[in-house]
């Protein structure tokens, strides 16, 4: 069982406040995206939920609190953060960069190694290279092979589009859904391109000013224009 249940969260910056009690569910095995526009707090929610900022309320993964404890901690937990602007070490080649997310484990790292080139076959021939040489969208698929290394049990992913080509985007998306129907790793996943998103996700949660605004199923939210409209601000 790997459902996350974020109650009550609040997490900032020093003294400024950004989330003002942000509570959802993403149910184990699923994907839960979280919409809304620039400056919302999604950034700041995702880096609450792996221990980068400070949260005061509760986070729960299985039923185990994880607010309090290091990154570190967190990763060792199963607690994989693909942050904004991908966080890949461009001098470092894409094996060595896929190694360090293994960090925190000793054993099976070859075989998993193998696996991430089976989501991502375009990684292996360029094993050698350093991550700075790839394109946005192998930069972007290694941040998530990265991530894999950990074996997650929960999936953090800020923006994976951003930069992307639409076409890029949406085989990022695709191997998304693959990883999750595949490893059943619980995914939260931030997007502006709220379409993307909905896409694949089965629960979505709008994030305005650092509350929740709406939550409802995906299908739900995506048929409904008006709260397309007032809510996302744009068709989805
Ligand atoms: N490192 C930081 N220090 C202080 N304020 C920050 C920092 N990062 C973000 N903020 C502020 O927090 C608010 C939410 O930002 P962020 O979580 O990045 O939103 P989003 O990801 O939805 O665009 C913004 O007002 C932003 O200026
Ligand atoms: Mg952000």
Redesign the pocket.
């Known amino acids: 069982m790997n459902e996350l249940v974020v109650s009550e969260l609040h997490a900032?910056?020093?003294g400024?406040q950004?989330l003002h009690g942000v509570s959802f569910t993403v149910g184990e095995g699923e994907i839960g995206a979280i919409l809304?526009?620039?400056?919302?707090?999604?950034?700041?929610?995702l880096?609450a939920l792996s221990g980068m900022v400070k949260g005061r309320g509760s986070v729960r993964l299985d039923g185990v609190e994880l607010l309090g404890s290091s990154p570190d901690t967190l990763a060792r937990r199963g607690v994989a953060h693909v942050p904004?602007g991908r966080g890949t070490f461009m001098p470092l080649t894409v094996e060595e960069n896929l190694r360090l997310g293994a960090y925190v484990r000793r054993s099976g790292v070859d075989a998993d190694l193998d696996r991430i080139y089976g989501y991502f076959p375009a990684l292996k021939p360029r094993l050698k290279q350093a991550a700075g040489s790839l394109s946005g969208g192998e930069q972007q698929m290694l941040a998530l092979g990265r991530a894999l290394m950990l074996r997650p049990r929960l999936l953090l992913l800020?923006?994976p589009s951003l930069g992307l080509a639409p076409l890029v985007t949406r085989e990022l998306f695709r191997i998304v859904r693959a990883i999750n129907e595949q490893e059943r790793t619980t995914v939260v996943v931030?997007e502006q391109n709220a379409h993307l998103a909905l896409g694949i996700a089965q629960q979505a949660h709008v994030?305005e000013t650092?509350r929740i605004v709406l939550s409802g199923t995906a299908a739900r939210i995506r048929a409904d224009e008006q709260v397309a409209q007032s809510y996302l601000g744009y068709r989805v």
């Open positions: 900032g910056y020093g400024a950004v809304g526009p620039n400056g919302a707090g999604k950034t700041t929610l880096r904004e800020d923006e931030v994030l650092g």
